[in-house]
């Protein structure tokens, strides 16, 4: 039987997996996704404008 050993992540790790799952639950592509998770975007910004119709590729430009 093998063990799988697990690496405890940071605070800050969590925080940028969170903000990456919350993008591409919002539609962003993988690659836009983590550029915004490991910025210092508004999180909330980047949804609410793909959500009022902006596209993914140009809320990312706006808000990087």
């Given amino acids: 039987m093998s063990q799988i050993t697990e690496f405890p992540q ?3 790790e969590k925080v940028d997996s969170w903000r990456l799952h919350v993008l591409i639950e ?3 592509p993988a690659e836009l996704a983590e550029k915004l998770a ?3 975007t508004d999180l909330h910004q980047a949804v ?3 959500d009022a119709g902006c596209s993914h ?3 990312a430009a706006i808000l990087l």
């Fill in 38 to 40: 490991h910025s210092d």
């Fill in 48 to 50: 609410e404008l793909v």
């Fill in 10 to 12: 940071s605070e800050q």
């Fill in 26 to 28: 919002a539609g962003y």
């Fill in 57 to 59: 590729e140009t809320a």
